[in-house]
Nanobody, 115 residues
């Protein structure tokens, strides 16, 4: 059974940084594209970034230059380093395959950017 468990969210001031972590259930996902998504109330979930390996990475324009996605297959973990955070980055952040699979959604981790 595939599982994703996100952590690392919190309250941060504008301009601050956070690192999100997502531990997944393992070897079945090693050759899959993994992504970070986010959702705010009343809006659809949106893709933030995804990674296969190496330089095979995608970022949404809204986070390009501020966020960095990475993965450590030995630890079954994908990371999202977020710098220069803005209030509009406030959301619940999730990880999943790309394209996502409905049954794989975890609880997410809340990121709030506010002064």
């Amino acid at each position: 059974q595939v599982q994703f468990v996100e952590s690392g969210g919190g309250l941060v001031q504008p301009g601050g940084s956070l690192r999100l972590s997502c531990v997944h259930s393992g070897s079945a996902l090693i050759n899959n594209i993994l992504g970070w998504y986010r959702q705010t109330p009343g809006k659809e979930r949106e893709l933030v970034a995804h990674i296969l390996r190496g330089n095979n990475i995608y970022y949404d324009d809204s986070v390009k230059g501020r966020f960095t996605i990475s993965r450590d297959n030995a630890k079954n973990t994908v990371y999202l380093h977020m710098n220069s955070l803005k209030p509009e980055d406030t959301a619940v952040y999730y990880c999943n395959r790309f394209p996502w699979v409905d049954d794989y959604w975890g609880q997410g981790t809340q990121v709030t950017v506010s002064s």
